[in-house]
């Protein structure tokens, strides 16, 4: 049987290195590209593919709410192939409808055999985001030791600077944590985070 797929992504490079990559294995065929989720909404109802390959940042209508109305409307299964791999971005986009999620750094025989799993309806996670979807499901929140030294650093009260000579690194990776650290627990400033740790049992009650 042979696989027809579309391509789903901004960048006309990415787009010709994708194409390359799968019209070389002999039971896939790539029938159209798409630069935008409106085109990749009208080119799978025009070509009923059986997988969309999608990218999920794109201009106008995005790469999720893309696969939402082409899931809907049943006009192909969709495999996300994304450099993001952030909890929020799988969640979504699982939610919506895809089938599976691959990140773009995935080897090109695992992209095909995942095309190939996709229009056979399985699921397709690569294994970072297998867990991290786990996890999200959960209601879990997993720091990095790092991050965890960056956090206890914030309860105590010490700014970016004072943290950094504390532990040694320089403040602008003091910063790169602080942001990733708002990113898992879903706050936006350093009283929250310290509220929403404690909480959940990431830091102990304060005495």
Not at 15 to 44: F, K, M, N, Q, T
Not at 158 to 168: A, C, H, I, Y
Request: glycine share 8%.
């Amino acid at each position: 049987m042979t696989v027809r797929v579309i391509l789903v992504d901004d960048h006309p490079i990415v787009r010709a290195g994708l194409r390359a990559v799968l019209s070389s294995e002999p039971d896939i065929e790539v029938l159209a590209e798409c630069g935008s989720g409106e085109e990749a909404v009208w080119s799978a109802a025009q070509c009923r593919p059986d997988v969309v390959l999608m990218d999920l940042r794109l201009p106008g209508l995005d790469g999720v709410a893309a696969t939402e109305q082409i899931v809907a409307a049943g006009h192909g299964s969709v495999l996300v192939l994304t450099t993001y791999d952030t909890d929020g971005d799988i969640a979504r986009a699982v939610a919506a409808g895809a089938t599976g999620y691959l990140l773009k750094d995935a080897p090109r025989q695992d992209l095909a055999a995942a095309v190939r799993a996709t229009a056979r309806g399985e699921t397709v996670l690569a294994a970072p985001v297998a867990a991290k979807l786990v996890n999200h499901v959960r209601g879990g929140i997993q720091l990095t030791p790092r991050e965890t030294e960056v956090l206890r650093c914030i309860a105590r009260g010490l700014s970016n600077p004072e943290t950094g000579r504390e532990l040694f690194i320089s403040e602008a990776t003091v910063k790169s944590h602080v942001m990733r650290i708002f990113e898992k627990l879903s706050v936006k400033d350093r009283t929250a985070a310290v509220t929403v740790a404690i909480a959940r049992g990431i830091l102990p009650e304060p005495r």
